[in-house]
């Protein structure tokens, strides 16, 4: 197939408010953060514009609130380059958000889920599925989600899963992607500990597809069903806010592999997206 890669993308959208600062807080502590940020968020929203970076066609189903604050994830999707005529607006419920302190290496976050996506992702037709090359999963694995995953699968469209610290394995199963952090992976049922390596060879045997793993300042490795491993190292730095440095890593990993490349270089896609990004506050993908 020729011409720019079209990619469906299933998953949230937040409004996200990012405090950076030394040291998170202590019990009773009110402390001053050192810079803040407030934008449009979200893992599937932030892959969505990654993979317009990338040079993809995007289409996303998620959902905001009718709220001023799903209006400006919207305005910024839409001025990102992606299709938001999937993206559900939910009258019954707010534009979800998160609260992140990011400080240095550490992140705590914390999520308030508002707008139901499920709709949206029910309201996917088989002929939607069939106009893309691609669908990215990442977030809760609901009937409804794996219902378009199936039709995706059912007409040969390829599949890449954000594991997101969750067994996605009943998604998972084919010829795809499947994208999760080395810590996220020891905790897999079937782990083998120790062996990030060996755990991601496992896991791509078992789903006859390609298994990714971050690995921080560590770079990221690469294993196929065939056994094959690839380790791709990456430039360490004092991450800022890494708010989104997974969702940007997977947006340079899934476009590299629509346009062809080897797995060295979809690391490496990924891996200096994600560098742009984490060495900002509030940096888009
Ligand atoms: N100290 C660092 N130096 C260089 N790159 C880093 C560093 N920390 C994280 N990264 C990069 O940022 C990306 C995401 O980081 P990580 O591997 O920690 O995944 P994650 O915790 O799942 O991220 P997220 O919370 O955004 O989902 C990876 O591509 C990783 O290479
Ligand atoms: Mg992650």
Known sequence: MTGAKRVLVLGGTNFDIIVQAENFPEEHEKMRGDACAARPGGSAANTALGLVRQGCEVRLVSAVGD???????????????????????????RTSMAIVISSGTGKRMMTFPGADRDPAFGAVTEADV?????????????????HVVALARGVGRTVSVEWNG????????????NLMNADEAAR???????DPAGTARRYAERLSGEVILTQGSGGAL???????????????????????GGDAFNAGVVAGWLFGEPPSACMRRG???????????????
């Open 67 to 93: 709220d001023a604050l799903g209006r400006l994830c919207l305005d910024d999707l839409l001025d990102g380059g992606v299709d938001t005529s999937l993206v559900r607006v939910d009258t019954a419920k």
């Open 188 to 194: 897999l049922p079937g782990a083998l500990p120790g």
């Open 166 to 177: 969750r067994d996605m394995s009943g998604l998972a199963k084919g010829p795809g992607l």
């Open 222 to 244: 690469w294993a196929s069903p065939s056994g094959a491993l690839v380790c791709e190292p990456t430039t360490a730095v004092e991450p800022v806010d890494r708010t989104g």
């Open 271 to 285: 891996l200096d997206a994600a560098l742009h990004v984490i060495t900002k506050i509030g940096a888009h993908p």
């Open 130 to 146: 069939r106009a893309v090359d691609h669908v990215h999963v990442v977030g809760v694995p609901t009937p409804r989600l794996g």
